[in-house]
């Protein structure tokens, strides 16, 4: 069996085994098939030797020197390699990782963005009269993300049977498939009726255990969409920063652990398997402190 053979049978392997989303497995896919590009013509056809550790080096190295790729997308691309690598030791094809030992380069230290709590207020979103279904689905996004910290794709996979809207919990898929339950807000609770309704109205046949956003088509709303809903929301009240859903769920962090919660909790309720992850938002938080000094002391 060449390399290109191995590389869709691990492919096969990430879709039906471990469940991966199909973005990243197409991000694999093209990483791995660079990786191929790069070997040169015809290496589709070679044997496994050609994935090496001397060969995923040399990638690594084309893709700083050469093509001039940011730490952040050869990262991208080497973890796919290591994850090629893990899957063929752990099918007993070979006896070691040939990336494994190749480091990741250094990302820059970047402090996500957040918004402000007055500026996510209750007050900032007051109800409209006669909603559009489009209008209600934001918000309800809203209560979703920075309210329950879910990520967009979760969101966008979400179905009625997983939300408790008596016990105020839902019950989240996530990244490797891995579930998870949620505390949900009053706000959320009290707008779920009423979109469900305006979704049957507009045509939409939710079902028991269909999708929360389902289109008319009867089939998900798609992510572009769904980010669409949550930007204009964001526009409306005046934010200027980057308004994705991203910031959301950075803000929900970021504002639990101002408010005093416990960061093992903020990180069961995202669904980091690291705490490393989420330590993110105590810098994030100490540099707000920082900021708030040096504006305030007449010492700083």
Request: glycine share 6%; with cysteine; net charge positive.
């Amino acid at each position: 069996m060449n390399l290109s053979e191995h590389i869709e049978q691990y492919l096969q392997y990430i879709a039906d085994r471990r469940r991966f989303s199909p973005r990243t497995i197409d991000t694999y896919r093209k990483s791995l098939t660079k990786f191929i590009e790069h070997l040169g013509e015809g290496a589709a056809e070679f044997s496994l030797n050609a994935f090496s550790e001397s060969s995923v080096k040399t990638f690594v190295w084309d893709l700083k020197m050469k093509q001039k790729l940011a730490p952040t997308s050869i990262c991208e691309h080497l973890a796919a390699l290591k994850s090629f690598g893990k899957y063929l030791v752990k099918s007993k094809i070979t006896e070691k990782n040939p990336a494994e030992n190749v480091p990741m380069p250094k990302r820059p230290k970047r402090l996500v963005s957040v918004l402000g709590q007055k500026d996510l207020a209750e007050e900032k979103f007051p109800d409209i009269a006669n909603p559009t279904l489009q209008q209600l689905r934001a918000r309800i996004l809203l209560e979703l993300i920075y309210g329950s910290g879910l990520r967009i794709s979760e969101c966008q996979n979400l179905t009625w049977d997983s939300i408790n809207e008596r016990e105020f919990l839902v019950r989240v898929l996530g990244k490797g498939n891995k579930e998870r339950i949620v505390p949900l807000t009053e706000s959320f609770v009290e707008r779920i009726a009423s979109y469900k309704q305006m979704q049957l109205e507009a045509g939409h046949l939710p079902t028991a255990t269909g999708y929360v956003f389902l289109s008319e088509d009867g089939k998900p709303f798609g992510l572009r969409t769904l980010r669409n809903d949550i930007q204009h929301l964001l526009r409306e009240i005046g934010w200027e920063g980057k308004a994705s859903p991203h910031v959301l769920r950075h803000s929900f962090a970021t504002h639990l652990l101002e408010n005093g919660a416990e960061i093992m909790s903020v990180k069961e309720m995202l669904g980091h398997s690291n705490i490393s992850t989420t330590q993110v938002y105590t810098h994030v938080n100490a540099e707000r402190l920082r900021a708030a000094f040096k504006k305030t002391h007449p010492r700083a």
